[in-house]
């Protein structure tokens, strides 16, 4: 069966346990399940492993599994095929996109890195393949300050997509790198008044934010940093509340490691909803998980040309990450 639509599109049996299904499946193909930690809880309860973008990068580059599954975004699953090109790597979903990935088209940041000649291409690793193999090194929101940090003071530097993460690190380390105009559209859409206005409901709570987010939500953090740092300093931290924005996924996994502490998710600006969720992250579902495992559909494909030229920069973050 052909994922027409960009997923598995099949009715399951009434009754059907998918979490054992998906147990069988796994064991049966000899395959493993990667998860963003900005899926939906079912998800992350059924994967092998799950994590920010880095950790996934890392435990892709050693997995001897011959299959692959990556419950996240589009990008994500192209960045496990270019560091396993031998594997098959399925998505649930191929609809799965990214906002951020998107308003960084390949053709229009080679022509943005013509007219910047000199400089060293820094490229987030939310972005394409395509973007990947136009780049000299890739970063995560945990890992640009160190690489940035690493680059000779006077080089120059293009750094895209994201220009509120790119314009936190220019802050930190005085630098002027050139910035691309992109943006997650779930961190650009938390409202300070909202924030704030939680504050007064919950004075004690430490707010968490994560650095995509735009300069006005940074400042009246108590701690920036990705995915991964805001779940540690929550985790070893000695408060027992805290605002949280960043996409509400993570929510899961703080209150798992904390269950004493209470995470209250921050809103968006223009909506009534209390949490502010990346529709993307959440096209993952246990029932097309279960169906990509089952008839290992849809498959990420990454052309070889593209897998050589996006792989140097990749590597040069892991070790830069060591």
Known sequence: MKAEKGYIDEEIPAGLDL???IARLK?????????HYY??????????????????????????????VMCGVHFMGETVKILCPEKKVLVPDLNAGCSLAD?????ELEKFIAEH?????????NTSAAVKALTDVVVTSGNALKIVNALPADEKIIFGPDRNLGNYINSLTGRDMVLWDGACHVHEKFSLDKILELKKIYPE??????????????????????TAVLLKWAEESEWREFIVATESGILHEMRRRCPDKVFIPAPPADSTCACNDCAYMKLNSLAKLYLTLKYEEPEVTVAPEIIDRARRPILRMLEMSK
């Open 19 to 21: 979490k054992a299904e």
């Open 27 to 35: 064991k049966e193909k000899n395959a493993v399940v990667l998860a």
């Open 39 to 68: 899926t939906v809880a079912d998800i992350q309860e059924v994967a092998d492993f799950i994590g920010d973008s880095l950790a996934l990068a890392q435990v892709a580059e050693g997995l001897d599994a011959p299959v692959v």
């Open 103 to 107: 308003s960084c088209p390949a053709p």
């Open 117 to 125: 000649p000199g400089h060293t291409v820094v490229s987030y690793v």
């Open 205 to 226: 709570a430490k707010v968490l934010v994560h650095p995509e987010c735009p300069a006005p939500i940074r400042i009246v953090a108590d701690k920036v940093g990705s």
